[in-house]
């Protein structure tokens, strides 16, 4: 059974950091778009990070670029989002996509604040 599986996240204060991991079953997640999401509250929900299948090319929105890094560990079949600086206002609920595949993570919440 295809699924996404995800884990890390928790509270932190703010300037602290952060590893989220996505880890797939069922299929080779090397040979698709990865993506994070996230969803804060009372906010939709907004694309963070992306890492290509052939040449792992990563983009990032404005608002993480810089402290945010997307990653991909094809030995363990797993995405990774490190999350550094980190601020109240990344306070979310984060996902992993394979949007080609439309297969969703269940959703790990992090929680930044003092």
């Known amino acids: 059974q295809e699924q996404l599986v995800q884990s890390g996240g928790g509270l932190v204060q703010p300037g602290g950091s952060l590893r989220l991991s996505c880890a797939a079953s069922g299929f080779n997640l090397s040979r698709w778009v990865m993506r994070w999401y996230r969803q804060g509250p009372g906010k939709e929900r907004e694309?963070?990070?992306?890492?290509?299948?052939?040449?792992?090319?990563?983009n990032y929105s404005d608002s993480v670029k810089g402290r945010f890094t997307i990653s991909r560990d094809n030995t363990k079949n797993t995405v990774f989002l490190q999350m550094d600086s980190l601020k109240p206002e990344d306070t979310a609920v984060y996902y992993c996509n394979a949007p080609t595949l439309g297969y969703w993570g269940q959703g790990t919440q992090v929680t930044v604040s003092s």
């Open positions: 694309l963070v990070a992306q890492i290509t299948s052939v040449l792992g090319s990563t």
